[in-house]
């Protein structure tokens, strides 16, 4: 069983996106800066007021980021991460409905589970581990 874990949205500029998500939106940082290595971005997580979904700022740390290409094109929504309960069966689930592993499964770094981004129907899907 899955369930919506948090929305991912590339931003330029870290330090300006904590600015933004804070005194625009309202939102509480829930982490400090985390950067992830194998991903070479920059992460930082929010609350919102309505929700147990987070959001999670994502900026490209080099230019050879998964994440660069995609701010190049504008930035934004960039993938829905959805918490399961049966790690291994979900992943299953979603390549035999036609899903692409992007990636192996991997620790994040944000918050030390395992994860794995898949891409569905012009959809980047992560998945993380409960």
């Given at each position: 069983m899955i369930k919506l874990h948090h929305v991912g949205i590339v931003v330029?500029?870290?330090?300006?996106?904590?600015?933004?998500?804070?005194?625009?939106y309202g939102f509480a940082q829930e982490s400090e800066i985390?950067?992830?290595?194998?991903?070479?971005?920059?992460?930082?997580?929010?609350?919102?007021?309505?929700?147990?979904?987070?959001?999670?700022?994502?900026?490209p740390a080099a230019e050879d980021s998964p994440v660069s290409n995609f701010l190049k094109k504008g930035g934004g929504l960039y993938h829905l991460c959805y918490q399961s309960d049966n790690f291994d069966e979900d992943i299953g689930h979603f390549?035999?409905?036609g899903a692409k592993v992007l990636s192996k499964p991997v620790e994040a770094r944000a918050?030390?589970?395992?994860?794995?981004?898949?891409?569905?129907?012009?959809?980047?899907?992560?998945?993380?581990?409960?």
């Open positions: 330029k500029d870290i330090n300006e996106g904590i600015k933004n998500y804070k005194d625009v985390v950067y992830d290595e194998i991903q070479k971005v920059n992460v930082v997580f929010f609350s919102t007021n309505t929700s147990e979904v987070q959001i999670e700022l994502i900026s390549k035999k409905n918050f030390k589970k395992k994860i794995v981004f898949l891409y569905f129907k012009r959809d980047i899907i992560e998945i993380v581990e409960k």
